[in-house]
């Protein structure tokens, strides 16, 4: 079988067309039918060429359907540079004829096509077509049929991307004890990868969702493992939320988790001590470009709930001094398999500050389309796809890489029910010795 080329332009010739492609296949089918009629018909016994019929038409029959299955995706590869032709031919501002309507020149796309997406890349040639790549959502969702679900600008091509099945939202009715993948699925290609860097700030509205995001994750986080030894986190929640509450009922030691100013103090120094201790075990290691779970160390998380309402309460030195330290965890954390999560409605600049910002390179926003000022803090642009409201549906951003909307997993069942035992097998573990992590 021969293979489409999955380009588009006025100025190439394209032999194969979804009209010759029927007709082939028609072709086909007819040919291996006659000659199973004319094989049949060279047998005197009609027993004989009844069974040779028989056999050719079964034949035909499977390799009709074989055909078939292969012209449907080719079809629709098919379909796709011909309406993507038809678009252009209709738009004289994508290529140049001579009087007599022979072409000259063509903006040229390429695209691929999936079982859930559409991904057109309109390339840059430095042409006279090069200026109008960057501005075809309307042309290309008309040409298509499908709105815009993202769009990147690169140098030498403008991506643009058409979702037309999304992905599957994880229901969940049940979590591992234990996970040594150092993987946290979230929705389709959003993955929390634990050897990367794992620190982000999460954002929502109130009843968006983000409460249940945050116990999913951290649940999911606390069930990796390595070399047998479960991931930790050290919790600070002013308002003694249910994260505070699944702490002290899965009895994590009371030092990893705390409500007060002085407690959260206390917990970031006994964090930069962790730190402190992990880099003279990196720094004795003789492995090179590796992170401390090269070197047997769990992952750990510091987690902030509510932190504008926690350093509202601080006087001026005392948040100054808190968000340096923060800062100090959140730049030096990667290499040493730690990180950090702050957790807040509505980040705004007075109240998390450039230093902290600037290390979470991983945002999270729930609940629809953030304002102008929230999408700035957090994604650090105001042109973002648009989002469906709903909740537990929001927008990520890992490693500063353009926002995608996402579905954040939703529980079937009752949510603390499924996530306590994981809480609890996990809370086993921050009675051993430390030293055993090295």
């Known amino acids: 079988m021969f293979k489409i080329k999955q380009t588009a332009s006025l100025s190439e010739n394209y032999c194969v067309n979804t009209s010759k492609l029927r007709s082939i296949r028609w072709l086909i089918i007819v040919f291996l039918?006659?000659?199973?009629?004319?094989?049949?018909?060279?047998?005197?016994v009609w027993l004989f060429q009844l069974a040779i019929l028989s056999i050719g038409l079964m034949i035909t029959f499977y390799i009709g359907n074989k055909i078939k299955g292969w012209t449907h995706h080719v079809e629709a590869l098919l379909i796709l540079r011909e309406n993507l032709l038809f678009m252009i031919r209709r738009n004289s501002f994508l290529f140049t004829a001579t009087k007599d309507g022979a072409i000259l020149r063509s903006a040229k796309f390429k695209y691929q096509l999936n079982d859930v997406s559409i991904v057109v890349q309109a390339l840059k040639s430095g042409d006279e077509f090069s200026t109008?790549?960057?501005?075809?959502?309307?042309?290309?969702?008309?040409?298509?049929?499908?709105s815009l679900s993202s769009k990147e600008i690169y140098a030498t091509h403008?991506?643009?991307?058409?979702?037309?099945r999304p992905p599957e939202r994880q229901h969940i009715t049940s979590l591992p004890l234990e996970d040594d993948s150092l993987k946290i699925k979230i929705y389709d290609d959003f993955v929390i990868d634990l050897r990367k860097n794992f620190s982000m700030l999460i954002s929502g509205a109130s009843g968006a969702g983000k409460s249940f995001f945050t116990y999913y994750y951290l649940t999911r986080f606390i069930a990796q493992t390595v070399n047998g030894k479960h991931a930790k986190i050290y919790v600070i929640d002013p308002k003694m939320s249910d994260i505070y509450k699944l702490s002290r009922?899965?009895?994590?030691?009371?030092?990893?988790?705390?409500?007060?100013?002085?407690?959260?103090?206390?917990?970031?120094?006994?964090?930069?001590?962790?730190?402190?201790?992990?880099?003279?075990?990196y720094n004795k290691s003789d492995l090179f470009d590796s992170i401390g779970i090269d070197l047997g160390l769990p992952p750990l998380l510091l987690i902030i709930e509510e932190y504008s309402s926690l350093v509202?309460?601080?006087?001026?030195?005392?948040?100054?001094?808190?968000?340096?330290?923060?800062?100090?965890?959140?730049?030096?954390?990667?290499?040493?398999?730690?990180?950090?999560?702050?957790?807040?409605?509505?980040?705004?600049?007075?109240?998390l500050s450039t230093n902290i910002r600037e290390q979470l390179v991983n945002a999270i926003f729930l609940g629809g389309s953030p304002s102008r000022e929230t999408s700035q803090m957090m994604f650090g642009t105001t042109v973002l796809p648009k989002v469906q409201k709903g909740k537990g549906v929001g927008l990520f951003s890992i490693e500063r890489l353009p926002a995608k909307e996402f579905q954040a997993p939703i529980f079937d069942r009752d949510v603390f029910e499924t996530i306590l035992p994981v809480w609890e097998c996990a809370a086993k573990d921050y009675m051993k010795d430390e030293d055993e992590d090295v």
């Open 249 to 281: 009922r899965s009895g994590i030691p009371v030092e990893n988790y705390g409500t007060t100013n002085e407690d959260a103090f206390r917990i970031v120094r006994q964090y930069i001590n962790e730190m402190s201790r992990r880099m003279e075990i």
């Open 312 to 351: 509202a309460s601080m006087d001026s030195k005392a948040k100054k001094d808190f968000e340096n330290m923060v800062a100090i965890v959140a730049q030096k954390a990667r290499s040493l398999s730690m990180g950090v999560c702050i957790v807040m409605q509505q980040p705004r600049a007075d109240s």
């Open 33 to 44: 039918s006659v000659l199973s009629f004319s094989i049949s018909i060279a047998f005197k």
């Open 132 to 146: 109008e790549m960057d501005n075809l959502d309307v042309l290309l969702s008309s040409a298509l049929g499908i």
């Open 158 to 164: 403008v991506e643009y991307v058409f979702v037309y």
